[in-house]
Every structure is written in structure tokens, then in C-alpha cells.
T-cell receptor, first 109, second 115 residues
């Protein structure tokens, strides 16, 4: 079956760096997405990786290793507004998005 | 504002009621989706439409019935629901199906409670 695993919850301190991991097993691979979802709101797109390596976008970076079925989202200089759930999703061989359950990130002052 | 709107935002219905959820996208996208989001569970893909044609129905009970009259509008018709159907129902759209450049844009969702 197809499966996406990510930690349920993480806590970090304002101003620090946090890495949210995602491992996946899917039938085919057409890219990996990260989304951010604040409580009570819709998910919003953060990043897309289809090739191995690191993609940097401001304070957020996303890394992919296709051979390991692994990705991480790196958040730097954490701000209180970064408190949210972070969803990992993989586009499988049929271009369907398979979603993880999300990682709730709690930022403390 | 993501360019995807959903109405109503909140809905409370009895098990014998019939109601409809509406989604509209103003992005010129070709693909539209219905998802169910329950607490602490992954997003569950319910239906996918591409160019108004349904391409996926992920074993969704027949009490949920989608309708896509054109590429900008998507409906989810509800009838004889069960309490376990209470969840956040999200609509999304993307330019096309799949990978790069086809990130999904989500509406704000409808919070459904079935009594």
C-alpha cells in the first residue's frame, strides 16, 4: 500500500531552526509537496521537490532523497506565526496526491 | 484568498436531511477535488474532476454525490449522512493533474456536523 509518515507533533523555540521529516512509500513518484495549514484554515502550498537535493525559499527549505523515500522541511528563524500543521504529500504514478497526517508544530517564546 | 471559495462555511444537518456543498474557483484551473479532513487523520481524497470529467472516486459511499457542471464549479450533494461523516470538507483546484506546477489551491472548507 501507499504510505506517508511524519511526526505527529514537534515543539521548537522562537528564533530557532526545526526540521520536519517525511518518509514515503508510493507506487510511482511524480514529486513531493509541503503544505502549511493554520488551525481552522485551508492548507497553503509551500514547496515542491521532484529532483534530489535542497530547494530554498526564504526561511523555508525542502530536501528530497528519492532513493531513500525521504524528505524534510527546514524552517529557520522561527516565528510565532509558524505555529501550524505541516503536511507532506506525494504525487504518485497516477498523479494522485497521497497525504501524510501532518505534523503539528508548536512554537514557544 | 486563494481564489477558491466554498459555501456554506458551517453546516449542521440531521441524518435525514439533504444538503449541498458548493465550490467555485476563479483561477482558470482544469482540475478540481473534494477532500474530507478529520482530526489527526490524513486528508482523504474523495473525488477528482479533470476538465469536468470525474477521474477518481475513492470508494466513497453513495450518500455523497458530486456534480461538476463546468470547470469552475463543483458541488457535493449530501443525503442520509451518518454522524461519522462529521468533518471538514475541503475543495481544491489545480491547473492540471499531477506534479510540478500543479500545486493545489484550497478553499476555506465547510465544517459539517451530522446530528
Amino acid at each position: 500500500g501507499q504510505n506517508i509518515d511524519q511526526p505527529t507533533e514537534m515543539t521548537a523555540t522562537e528564533g530557532a531552526i526545526v526540521q520536519i521529516n517525511c518518509t514515503y512509500q508510493t507506487s510511482g513518484f511524480n514529486g513531493l509537496f509541503w503544505y502549511q495549514q493554520h488551525a481552522g484554515e485551508a492548507p497553503t502550498f509551500l514547496s515542491y521537490n521532484v529532483l534530489d537535493g535542497l530547494e530554498e525559499k526564504g526561511r523555508f527549505s525542502s530536501f528530497l532523497s528519492r532513493s531513500k523515500g525521504y524528505s524534510y522541511l527546514l524552517l529557520k528563524e522561527l516565528q510565532m506565526k509558524d505555529s501550524a500543521s505541516y503536511l507532506c504529500a506525494v504525487s504518485d504514478g497516477n498523479y494522485q496526491l497521497i497525504w501524510g497526517a501532518g505534523t503539528k508544530l508548536i512554537i514557544k517564546p | 484568498e486563494t481564489g477558491v471559495t466554498q459555501t456554506p462555511r458551517h453546516l449542521v444537518m440531521g441524518m435525514t436531511n439533504k444538503k449541498s456543498l458548493k465550490c467555485e474557483q476563479h483561477l482558470g484551473h482544469n482540475a478540481m477535488y473534494w477532500y474530507k479532513q478529520s482530526a489527526k487523520k490524513p486528508l482523504e481524497l474523495m473525488f477528482v474532476y479533470n476538465f469536468k470529467e470525474q477521474t477518481e472516486n475513492n470508494s466513497v459511499p453513495s450518500r455523497f454525490s458530486p456534480e461538476c457542471p463546468n470547470s469552475s464549479h463543483l458541488f457535493l450533494h449530501l443525503h442520509t449522512l451518518q454522524p461519522e461523516d462529521s468533518a471538514l470538507y475541503l475543495c481544491a483546484s489545480s491547473q492540471d493533474l499531477g506534479g510540478q506546477g500543479n500545486e493545489q489551491f484550497f478553499g476555506p472548507g465547510t465544517r459539517l456536523t451530522v446530528l
